[in-house]
C-alpha cells in the first residue's frame, strides 16, 4: 500500500512554493515591463523613420521648412507636424499640444521634473499628433527641431528614458537620438541647459542630480543592448 503525503507536508511544500514565487515573480514582472518598454520604443523610433522617409518620398523636405536664427512653426503654409501626422493612418493632429505630457512627466531617476524653469520653454507645443491612439509625438522648434515621442501615448510611467524619448529632426531629415554627439551640432534651445547632452553619466543615469537627466537617454536607449533589461 503507498503512502500518501500527510496533511504537514502538503502545507510545507506550498508553503515553499509560495516563498519562492513571492521571490520571483516581482523579477518576473519587472522584467516583462521592461520588454514591453523596449518594444514600443523600437516601434516608435522605427514608425517616426519611415514617416519621415514617406514624406521625403511625396517631395517633402522637412528641415527646409525652417530658417533664420529663431525657427517659426510654419513656411509657405506647411506645418511640420501636419506633414508627418498624415503619414499615420488614423491619427489626430493638432496645432498646439494640448501639454499634458509637460504636466505629467518625470525625469530618468523618478523625480518629478521642475516644469516652472527647466522644460518650461521647451513645452513640446508647436504641434501633436496622437498616431493611431497608441503613440503621442510632440514637436519644439525654437532655434532647432526637437521631435519627443511619448511611446505608449501617456498610459504610463510618462518617464524620461522608460516611455518618453526626444531627437532632433537635422539636415537632410536625418533623425538623431539626443544624447548623441551629433546632436549637440544643433541648438537646444533651453535656457540654461546644454546642447551637449553626450555625457550619459549626467544626461541618462539613475544617480544623476543634472536638471537635464533623461534627455540623453534615447541614444542610449538605441546603442545599449541591455538598456532596457537594466532599467529598476
Not at 501633436?128 to 515621442?149: C, H, K, W
Request: proline share 3%; with cysteine.
Amino acid at each position: 500500500m503507498n503512502k500518501g503525503f500527510t496533511l504537514a507536508e502538503v502545507l510545507i511544500t506550498l508553503g515553499v512554493i509560495g516563498i519562492v514565487a513571492a521571490m520571483t515573480l516581482p523579477v518576473i514582472i519587472q522584467d516583462t515591463k521592461n520588454k514591453e518598454l523596449e518594444a514600443q520604443f523600437k516601434k516608435a523610433y522605427s514608425s517616426l523613420q519611415q514617416a519621415i522617409l514617406r514624406a521625403n518620398y511625396e517631395g517633402e523636405d522637412l528641415y527646409g521648412l525652417y530658417n533664420g536664427d529663431y525657427i517659426t512653426s510654419q513656411q509657405e503654409g506647411k506645418h511640420l507636424h501636419e506633414i508627418i501626422g498624415k503619414q499615420f493612418v488614423n491619427s489626430k493632429i493638432e496645432d498646439e499640444s494640448p501639454n499634458r505630457l509637460i504636466r505629467n512627466i518625470k525625469g530618468f531617476s523618478g523625480k518629478d521634473v521642475n516644469t516652472s524653469t527647466v522644460l518650461v520653454t521647451c513645452a513640446w507645443d508647436d504641434g501633436y499628433i496622437l498616431a493611431a491612439g497608441q503613440m503621442s509625438i510632440y514637436f519644439e522648434t525654437v532655434l532647432d527641431i526637437y521631435i519627443t515621442v511619448d511611446t505608449n501615448g501617456g498610459t504610463g510611467p510618462n518617464r524620461l528614458g522608460y516611455d518618453v524619448f526626444m531627437f532632433v529632426l537635422g539636415k537632410q531629415d536625418k533623425l538623431i537620438p539626443m544624447g548623441s554627439p551629433e546632436s549637440a551640432k544643433y541648438q537646444f534651445g533651453v535656457q540654461g541647459l546644454p546642447n551637449d547632452m553626450s555625457d550619459l553619466d549626467l544626461s541618462c543615469s539613475q544617480t544623476s542630480n543634472a536638471q537635464y537627466n533623461g534627455l540623453g537617454c534615447a541614444y542610449a536607449a538605441l546603442t545599449d543592448p541591455d538598456y532596457f533589461k537594466n532599467l529598476p
